[in-house]
């Protein structure tokens, strides 16, 4: 169960990350996070030492929500079946259907948006955010590497180049969902990916 002191935490937290994805880390004073969080500068200042240790708690944040929703997608995944493509078609699917199923147009990343002002934040904050992406690449360089112990890729792609193409596609369709208020580009996108992924493996 959660403690009060760590409900106020995630309040701020989780009001942070609207707000600065609305206005840009830059342009997000502590003063708009107060209001949106309804909480005094005592309250905010308890967990946080400001906006720099504000900008790691909401990194470390959204980068293990994303691992988690990540690792819950292909634990289903393989789940349903044992054929390593079959898996990460899948998963993407899956991947797919969640931002199909949300309420409201997807907020954005925070990641991307704080790599816009990247030059606003330390050394090891801009480190931890391409760590997370090293992770994403990683991720489906682990399920190529599986699916081509069993099938040939026609024609031949890094696999690097492949994942990489994963993260900009997401990124991408997440811009577009935003910008016409759709969650269907994104999705669209990723299905595109998805049938890509199909095509270079001569699935059918």
Same mark, same amino acid.
């Given at each position: &169960?959660?403690?009060?002191?760590?409900?106020?935490?995630? @309040?701020? /937290?989780?009001?942070?990350?609207?707000?600065?994805?609305? #206005?840009?880390?830059?342009?997000?004073?502590?003063?708009?996070?107060?209001?949106?969080?309804?909480?005094? *500068?005592?309250?905010?200042?308890?967990?946080?030492?400001? #906006?720099?240790?504000?900008?790691?708690?909401?990194?470390? @944040?959204?980068?293990?929500?994303?691992? *988690?929703?990540?690792?819950? /997608? @292909?634990? *289903?995944?393989?789940? %349903?079946?044992?054929?390593?493509?079959? =898996?990460?078609?899948?998963? %993407? *699917? /899956?991947?797919?259907?969640?931002?199909?199923?949300? =309420?409201?147009?997807?907020?954005?990343?925070?990641?991307? $948006?704080?790599?816009?002002?990247?030059?606003?934040?330390?050394?090891?904050?801009? !480190?931890?955010?391409? $760590?997370?992406? /090293?992770?994403?690449?990683? &991720?489906?360089? !682990? =399920?190529?590497?599986?699916?081509?112990?069993?099938? !040939?890729?026609?024609?031949?792609?890094?696999?690097?180049? +492949?994942?990489? &193409?994963?993260?900009?596609?997401? !990124?991408?369709?997440? &811009? +577009?969902?935003?910008?016409?208020?759709?969650?269907? %580009?994104?999705?669209?996108?990723?299905?595109?990916? @998805?049938?890509?992924?199909?095509?270079?493996?001569?699935?059918?």
């Amino acid at each position: &169960m959660a403690t009060r002191s760590n409900s106020s935490r995630e @309040r701020i /937290l989780a009001c942070a990350e609207a707000v600065i994805l609305q #206005k840009g880390f830059g342009g997000t004073s502590i003063d708009d996070i107060l209001e949106s969080a309804s909480i005094t *500068k005592g309250g905010f200042f308890y967990h946080f030492d400001g #906006k720099p240790g504000l900008a790691e708690a909401l990194i470390r @944040r959204y980068l293990e929500q994303d691992d *988690k929703i990540f690792a819950g /997608l @292909r634990a *289903k995944a393989e789940d %349903l079946s044992e054929d390593p493509l079959h =898996q990460l078609l899948i998963f %993407l *699917k /899956l991947l797919a259907e969640t931002f199909g199923q949300m =309420q409201t147009t997807h907020p954005g990343c925070l990641v991307a $948006s704080f790599t816009y002002e990247n030059q606003q934040f330390r050394e090891d904050l801009r !480190e931890l955010m391409r $760590s997370g992406i /090293l992770n994403w690449r990683q &991720m489906i360089i !682990e =399920q190529l590497e599986a699916v081509d112990a069993k099938y !040939e890729m026609n024609p031949e792609m890094e696999h690097e180049t +492949l994942a990489d &193409m994963f993260t900009a596609i997401i !990124e991408g369709g997440i &811009m +577009l969902a935003r910008n016409f208020d759709d969650n269907r %580009l994104l999705v669209e996108q990723l299905l595109a990916y @998805r049938s890509f992924i199909r095509m270079l493996y001569g699935a059918t």
